[in-house]
């Protein structure tokens, strides 16, 4: 059985940075792909970055394109998400998941992203 374990996140000012992780245990050999997603107040969860394990192929959303960067430590067995120049509108709960390809079926138990002044 897989488990996620999100962190990282905080308060930030707009303009600032944060980095989140996300620890794996566990194992399926269906699980291909990590992602980073995210679900803000009254809206619905949307997907901001995947990346796949065998060929470390990345996607992004394009609200979050140049601005946040998914990358994995092998070694480590975590996933990040570098997040640079933050806006109030990146504020959400975010949630690491692992599935085939870049479709979440374990999930993390989220962590909150707060950018304001």
């Known amino acids: 059985q897989v488990r996620l374990v999100e962190s990282g996140g905080g308060l930030v000012q707009p303009g600032g940075s944060l980095r989140l992780s996300c620890v794996v245990s566990?194992?399926?050999?269906?699980?291909?792909?990590i992602g980073w997603f995210r679900q803000a107040p009254g809206k619905e969860r949307e997907g901001v970055s995947c990346i796949i394990i065998t060929d470390g192929f990345t996607h992004y959303a394009d609200s979050v394109k140049g601005r946040f960067t998914i990358s994995r430590d092998s070694a480590k067995n975590t996933v990040y998400l570098q997040m640079e120049n933050l806006k109030s509108e990146d504020t959400a709960i975010y949630y690491c998941a692992m599935g085939p390809e870049c479709v979440p079926r374990s999930w993390g138990q989220g962590t909150q992203v707060t950018v304001s002044s």
């Open positions: 566990g194992f399926d050999l269906d699980y291909t792909g």
